[in-house]
């Protein structure tokens, strides 16, 4: 089974001089591009924008990361707007990049193995 969903996974590392409000700050105008994000005709195009900005994991494999973001597009190319032509988006990895150590990006297609059984 498949999806045209998209997930698109993002976490971010600030940098050891950035501050609380900062990263807060970060963490707002992350959220409110779901809104803020426009297609080309005008319409807001992101399905869905979760946030976290506690790692509860007890597993101890955070590698330092402050945030995480899981953002839900309906299509690839509503990934590549977002990713290569959005100025909405454009302007926050521009004002979002000077306070990062380090970020991991990961999108799919959510996807079920041919092997599993269809119940779960």
Do not use: W
Not at 53 to 82: I, L, M, Q, R, W
């Amino acid at each position: 089974m498949s999806t045209s969903e998209v997930i698109h996974c993002v976490y971010l590392k600030y940098n050891s001089d950035v501050s609380a409000e900062q990263q807060a700050d970060v963490f707002r105008r992350f959220y409110e591009l779901k809104n803020e994000c426009k297609s080309s005709s005008g319409e807001p195009y992101i399905a869905k924008i979760q946030c976290g900005s506690e790692n509860t994991s007890t597993e101890g494999a955070g590698k330092g990361f402050d945030h995480a973001f899981v953002v839900t597009f309906s299509s690839a190319e509503d990934v590549k707007y977002y990713v290569d032509e959005d100025p909405t988006h454009d302007a926050f990895k521009k004002f979002v990049k000077p306070l990062l150590a380090d970020a991991f990006i990961f999108d799919f297609k959510p996807t079920t193995p041919a092997s599993a059984s269809s119940s779960a």
